[in-house]
């Protein structure tokens, strides 16, 4: 692969990329609306007269305020506990069955994989807002990506003061100084997944969401 792109080619990919957004926007927008419009149906609101009633009060008056919850988004989040419940609450949350005569303790160590990226790799959450999205929208988003983190300790204490590679003595007594020390410790290495709006995808007009994975 080469290194280094000519101008040449660099403008041909901007302007594939423009293209293959250009295409999914186009195609994405048929849906839009009906993605709006489900959002304005689960939003809670102020109804008007209340509304007015806030704006003559004076600021400092702290008083009470009416808001309304649709009737739609309270069955959408009955149905999300429901599915969340169900997909959500089992240990481990994947779970796998062998085929083909495969031993189940190669069964067991794959679930034990899994299982650890999803526990130290926060997975349960971006797959909470998944089926939330799903309800939502009719269609969900979750990518994988690999993670590599490096966090940093800071250690206090106390050590014996050097100087030209001996202790410093006073009086026949090693002198202490104390120190800083920051540590760096690897973190958790593996797969994590993040979550994506619908509507800011970037599809490929030419298949269709039924097919998408």
């Given at each position: 692969?080469?290194?280094?792109?000519?101008?040449?080619?660099?403008?041909?990919?901007?302007?594939?990329?423009?293209?293959?957004?250009?295409?999914?926007?186009?195609?994405?927008?048929?849906?839009?609306?009906?993605?709006?419009q489900a959002e304005?149906?689960?939003?809670?609101?102020?109804?008007?007269?209340?509304?007015?009633?806030?704006?003559?009060?004076?600021?400092?008056?702290?008083?009470?305020?009416?808001?309304?919850?649709?009737?739609?988004?309270?069955?959408?989040?009955?149905?999300?506990?429901?599915?969340?419940?169900?997909?959500?609450?089992?240990?481990?949350?994947?779970?796998?069955?062998?085929?083909?005569?495969?031993?189940?303790?190669?069964?067991?160590?794959?679930?034990?994989?899994?299982?650890?990226?999803?526990?130290?790799?926060?997975?349960?959450?971006?797959?909470?807002?998944?089926?939330?999205?799903?309800?939502?929208?009719?269609?969900?988003?979750?990518?994988?990506?690999?993670?590599?983190?490096?966090?940093?300790?800071?250690?206090?204490?106390?050590?014996?003061?050097?100087?030209?590679?001996?202790?410093v003595l006073t009086?026949?007594?090693?002198?202490?100084?104390?120190?800083?020390?920051?540590?760096?410790?690897?973190?958790?290495?593996?797969?994590?997944?993040?979550?994506?709006?619908?509507?800011?995808?970037?599809?490929?007009?030419?298949?269709?969401?039924?097919?998408?994975?």
């Amino acid at each position: 692969m080469k290194k280094n792109l000519t101008v040449e080619e660099q403008r041909k990919i901007v302007d594939l990329v423009c293209e293959a957004v250009k295409k999914s926007d186009s195609k994405l927008g048929e849906r839009a609306r009906a993605w709006e419009q489900a959002e304005k149906m689960n939003q809670m609101f102020i109804p008007k007269a209340e509304a007015e009633r806030r704006a003559k009060e004076d600021a400092e008056n702290m008083s009470f305020t009416k808001i309304t919850i649709p009737y739609s988004y309270a069955m959408m989040l009955a149905q999300h506990t429901y599915l969340a419940s169900i997909f959500l609450s089992r240990n481990p949350i994947f779970q796998y069955q062998g085929r083909n005569g495969t031993a189940q303790q190669s069964v067991l160590e794959m679930e034990s994989v899994i299982d650890y990226q999803v526990e130290n790799g926060g997975m349960a959450v971006p797959l909470y807002i998944a089926l939330y999205d799903l309800l939502m929208y009719g269609v969900c988003a979750c990518f994988t990506t690999w993670e590599d983190k490096t966090s940093y300790l800071t250690a206090y204490g106390t050590r014996t003061k050097m100087a030209n590679g001996l202790p410093v003595l006073t009086n026949g007594v090693e002198e202490e100084e104390e120190f800083e020390e920051v540590q760096q410790v690897r973190g958790y290495r593996g797969s994590t997944v993040f979550n994506c709006k619908p509507k800011d995808l970037i599809i490929d007009p030419s298949v269709s969401f039924l097919l998408r994975k």
